[in-house]
């Protein structure tokens, strides 16, 4: 299995990027405790996980106790150890197929954003977890459900293109090129 695990802080000064080793960690305790030596007691913590090319997983962890994890794919954590780690007890689908686009909350600065739904359900994806983890960030669960959905998507575009959203693109892509 291959991966790419890269925790952001959001500090004064801006976003600070660190890659992160999970091929030691045991459980999720562990990847918590790793994020919060990353953010040294900061308020946000971010930690985007790719694998194989195939699964994008994202966790947050605020104030170094509440985490929220959201992953384009349920079936990552069946298919290795990395996401049954992470994904943990996470079941719920992210998203209601069978939901009709009209009552989708949109974003006016999304015109995209009536489409997504139909996007996501054409994939074939099974996203699970909080899609709201980013929506106090400026990316509606919509948002990140349609970035998700996207045919063609690998993780690490998906990693990029809500980096950029975020506006630490730049401090990512750094440590993918190190």
Request: contains cysteine; hydrophobic residues 45%.
């Amino acid at each position: 299995m291959s991966y790419f695990a890269a925790a952001v802080v959001r500090a004064p000064q801006g976003w600070v990027a660190e890659e992160l080793e999970l091929s030691e960690v045991a459980d999720i305790e562990d990847v918590v405790e790793k994020l919060r030596d990353v953010g040294n007691d900061a308020s946000l913590v971010l930690l985007f996980v790719e694998s194989d090319d195939a699964y994008f997983t994202l966790l947050r962890l605020d104030e170094g106790e509440d985490l929220r994890v959201f992953c384009s794919d349920g079936t990552f954590a069946e298919e290795s150890r990395l996401g049954a780690l992470l994904l943990g007890e996470v079941e719920e689908p992210a998203f209601d197929f069978e939901e009709d686009p009209g009552e989708v909350d949109q974003v006016e600065d999304e015109p995209e954003a009536a489409a997504a739904p139909a996007a996501v359900a054409g994939a074939e994806v099974d996203p699970v977890g909080d899609p709201d983890l980013l929506s106090d960030l400026g990316i509606s669960a919509h948002r990140l459900l349609s970035v998700c959905g996207q045919e063609g998507m690998l993780p690490s575009d998906m990693t990029a293109e809500i980096c950029q959203l975020l506006g630490c693109g730049d401090e990512v892509e750094e440590l993918r090129e190190a």
